[in-house]
């Protein structure tokens, strides 16, 4: 992932009803969410001056820049993905590459970022199902992992990646994958502060704004008792994943601090910084890892309305408009 907060929001084809999402993922990645009962319940456009890159839109008679990931191709570089389809409950073969578009090549050399090459998330429309994988790099530039979706229905996979050139930023790439069987998409949980997962509960504080950085805090508990041993997973206490409902814009961001650095505890509370792009309904999905073991605890949350477990303003835009 890239250092600091950074935002890609991605446009999928599929706009559908949201459902709820937290999980027990492998002792170390990928990290899964999957459905529970709902009473348990970045990268993207670089930062720059709004009025200054509203200035330069108009004074060259564009259309305002859209979001980085809104397609499958951005940047120069294009989601070439392989297995487009897949069935559900089957253990399956991803297979994708990136493409620089300007030579038609794969592309075969890539910064390491928080200790990979390129993180792959793959979450169904409804954000019933969630994964946060770490694909294998064949020499000729083909990725791979081994995925199981448990439910029918439309998927986005998203490819998070730096090329390894000079000045090159992150990229967030996103393709439409469909997985075969009988889908049933559910609704989106109410907000809540608190989740279970796998006998953690985890607690939010703190509202997601759009338009303006926010703090959020996440605190880890078990059994009643603060957890203040959290490992490092891939460099950090946590990692936190926001998808818009509607479009699964997405975002993500690191937490402030790292393990190390002299003033990051391993816990309870982990900490970040995040702008939503909009008003809306998200989903936030926060990793952590704890005894050898990734859990993944999902939140749902309204930017532009009411922090978490506060009732929803009537006029809070709703997951069905796509925000």
């Known amino acids: 992932m890239h250092t600091g907060l950074k935002i890609t929001a991605f446009a999928a084809a599929l706009a559908a009803t949201f459902g709820s999402a937290y999980a027990v993922g492998g002792a170390m990645d990928p990290a899964v ?36 990931g809104l397609q499958i191709s951005q940047g120069g570089y294009a989601l070439d993905l392989g297995t487009p389809r897949v069935e559900a409950g089957e ?10 578009e300007d030579s038609s090549r794969k592309v075969t050399a890539f910064r390491r970022e928080y200790g990979k090459e390129l993180h792959l998330i793959v979450a169904s429309s409804d954000l019933t199902t969630y994964r946060h994988l770490h694909p294998e790099r064949a020499a000729d530039g083909t990725w791979s992992t081994p995925v ?6 439309g998927y986005r996979v998203f490819a998070d990646f730096t090329p390894d050139v000079k000045n090159a930023e992150g990229v967030t790439l996103g393709a439409d994958l469909a997985v075969s069987g009988d ?9 809540a502060r608190t989740v279970a997962v ?13 338009g303006a950085g926010s703090e959020l805090k996440l605190e880890v508990e078990k059994d009643g008792e603060p957890v203040t041993d959290l490992q490092p997973y891939l460099g950090a206490y946590g990692h936190l994943v926001a998808l818009r409902a509607g479009d699964l814009a997405y975002l993500h961001v690191h937490p402030n601090g790292e393990p190390g ?63």
């Open 33 to 68: 969410a999957e459905k529970q009962p709902s009473h348990q319940d970045g990268h993207g456009a670089k930062d720059r001056p709004a009025a200054e890159k509203g200035a330069a839109e108009k004074s060259a008679g564009e259309a305002p820049e859209l979001p980085g």
């Open 183 to 191: 889908a049933r998409p559910e609704a989106l949980p109410e907000a």
């Open 148 to 153: 199981e979706l448990p439910e029918a229905g």
């Open 261 to 323: 650095d002299g003033r990051t505890k391993p816990g309870p509370e982990v900490s970040f910084t995040a702008t939503a792009p909009s008003k809306g309904a998200y989903r936030l999905f926060l990793d952590f890892r704890h005894e050898g073991k990734v859990r993944t605890a999902a939140f749902t949350v309204h930017a532009g309305g009411a922090a978490a477990g506060e009732p929803v303003p009537e006029n809070e835009e709703s997951a069905e408009h796509g925000h």
């Open 91 to 100: 253990p399956a073969e991803l297979r994708f590459a990136v493409v620089d």
């Open 198 to 210: 796998d006998g953690y509960e985890v607690t939010l504080d703190g509202a997601l704004r759009p």
